[in-house]
């Protein structure tokens, strides 16, 4: 008996001295699998072309999915089927710097080009609607941008546009592109930022702004007033909110892990929306982050990835 309780002991305190290794995933593994690398399937690209650095993806009511990305020598809006399979592009000669794609309620394409310091507006065929910016013109007033990055679009069609690289604010217009209000300036206090990589609105009107470079998540009402902020989640590159107020992000633990491995590193989180609370997580590199209808998640990443996750796991 004496001998087995020395055995237990030894063991215990055997695994107690071990150093730390893996961690848990905060709030608990999520359970998804990667279905499909859009545009490294088998046959599901034209013929001897490859995506650049992909910055962004999303997906609109039918299931297609936009891919926007920096190989300018073809055409850097690549649309998919739902089966991951190519269905038509557009864009080449027209885009810069690609960095952002959003799919509004009514199935438009938005398109935002820090490059030109444009955001531009089309059709879910590629007509184009409208443009805001100047091409090749930076600046701060009420026409202009400087490296914009995102828009996020409220219930009435009013939409917000984060600007950005140069600028450090967000700006509200009306649905047909009038100018309506602003704020923010270079700062790390409430309401100031230092880059706004993304922005997002939930049901409520509440503006989400992934002030990437303070490592920090600022949460606004419609007019700018700053409600909250979240300092717990790292840089966040991407965020997703959908329809159900359900909040996904993908982060790095802080902007110079981000920057150091080049995106390579980092996590999707699922969130609760009123605290913040990590739901789950998992492994992933990315730059930008799409909630599907169907619980389906996309990753835009500068390595020239897209994934599709999807809830599933293998088991032994």
Partial sequence: MRT?????????????????????????????????????????????????????VASDSAGRVFVFHRNIKIDPLIVFDAAGKYARSWGKGVFVNPHGVRID??????????????????????????TLGIKGQAGTDQRTFNKPTDVAFAPNGDFYVSDGYGNSRVVKFSRDGKYLLEWGKKGSGPGEFNLPHQVQLDSKGRVYVSDRENNRIQVFDAGGKFLKQWTHLGATQGISITPRDEMWIVTHRNNIENVTYDTLAGRIMKLDLESGRVLGAMESPGHWIDAGAKGEIYIGSLTGNVFRWVPGWLER
């Fill in 4 to 56: 087995c309780l020395l055995l237990w002991f030894t063991i215990v305190m055997s695994a107690a001295a071990q150093p730390p290794g893996w961690y848990p995933h905060e709030g608990g593994l999520l359970k998804y699998r990667v279905q499909i690398r859009f545009g490294q399937e088998p046959e599901s690209m034209p013929e001897g072309w490859a995506f650049g650095r992909v910055s962004a």
């Fill in 105 to 130: 309620r009514e199935d438009n394409v938005w398109l935002i080009d820090n490059g030109m310091h444009q955001v531009m507006k089309f059709s879910n065929d590629g007509r184009l609607l409208m």
